[in-house]
């Protein structure tokens, strides 16, 4: 399930849809800000994270999103968002 889901990441609206999903402007923003810090689309920086987090993360990590993953109605998505949170940068107050 989780292998397909970031496999579908490839595809701009699916990644972006996933994200509008989240229903969290914080992530959304940051998402943003990471997009035009890199000069990538959202999409890419979505499907990049993922990608980064599943060829780097400590079993620790791993240990944490499957954990996390059993508490929740959506898995697919709450990893999406675990992933996210814990890749982009964080916003610097103003």
Known sequence: MLGNLIASLDDPNVAMGLVAAFDEPALLARLAAAADASGRLPAEIVGSAVRNFVDTASD???????????????????????????????MKAA
């Open 60 to 90: 620790d990590h791993w240990t944490q999103l499957i954990g996390l993953m059993n508490r929740s109605e959506d898995p697919g998505l709450a990893a999406m968002r675990a992933i996210l949170e814990k890749s982009l940068p964080g």
